[in-house]
């Protein structure tokens, strides 16, 4: 990502309404699945901190890492909580006995090497933690979005649920999500052709209006996912746990 991009994310990811309805989509499933969970949580690729701002009023701690300095840089400005800059591999010393959740919130993607990225992070949790994994679905969305975002890849189901089908996890729970936009989704990426070569990203600010109307049709997926699995959508949800 480039650094214009992060100040976009900097700016955009309080009030969006994709970055708002995503952290309740995902603290709706922690409720669920991982109810006991409230000390700590660490997120990877934590970008500009708008995740970390968000759990921080419901668990005791939150740790943040990631790559870029920018980043880093715009997090450590707005985090009540550490914010580290590197390779998590590098700058956080395992075992993680003190992280009770592990966030991957639309990083893999991002990770040329996303088998080994991934199992780093499984070796590293304690037994009983909680990994939270969303990522972008359908090679068939692929757009200039994910090209400026940086990503390697959208996913699809089975290509994901296998970088953790021989590791000591089990899965709580496995779902598309970002269900009922699909259609919407789907038809501005295809009347918006990447003419030119043109990078850019769909992140963009709305009127008040339709931010409203858009957070509201998103969030909604948050009582669906306490109870149900949803049947399609522009990415996928999945809670881990780690075995001993």
């Known amino acids: 990502m480039q650094s214009s991009e992060f100040a976009a994310h900097a700016a955009l990811e309080d009030e ?6 995503r952290r309740n989509i995902i603290a709706a499933a922690l409720n669920r699945f991982a109810p006991a969970a409230r000390h700590h949580l660490l997120e990877i690729g934590c970008g500009t901190g708008g995740n970390l701002r968000y759990f921080r009023r419901r668990f005791v701690h939150v740790t943040g890492i990631d790559a870029s300095a920018d980043a880093v840089g715009y997090a450590q400005s707005r985090v009540e909580g550490k914010v580290f ?26 990770v040329e090497h996303d088998a080994a990225f991934l199992q780093g992070i499984i070796d ?17 969305l692929w757009s200039a979005h994910d090209a400026a975002l940086g990503h390697y890849r959208r996913y699809r189901s089975e290509e994901l649920r296998n970088l953790w089908s021989k590791l000591p996890v089990r899965e709580l729970y496995f779902s598309p999500f970002n269900t009922w936009l699909l259609p919407l989704v789907a038809l501005y990426r295809w ?54």
Request: aromatic share 12%; with cysteine; hydrophobic share 45%.
């Open 16 to 21: 969006h309404w994709w970055f708002r309805a």
């Open 85 to 110: 800059l590197g390779d998590y591999r590098e700058q956080l010393p395992r075992p993680w006995t003190e992280f009770d959740v592990i966030l991957l919130a639309d990083v893999l993607e991002h």
């Open 124 to 140: 590293a949790m304690r037994p009983g933690a909680t990994l939270v994994i969303t990522v972008p679905a359908h090679r068939w």
């Open 191 to 244: 009347l918006r052709p990447d003419a030119g070569g043109n990078v850019h990203t769909d992140l963009q600010h709305h009127s008040r209006w339709t931010n409203w109307l858009l957070y509201r049709i998103f969030n909604s997926e948050r009582w669906m996912v306490r109870h149900a699995k949803l049947p399609a959508g522009c990415s996928f949800l999945a809670l881990l746990r780690k075995e001993s």
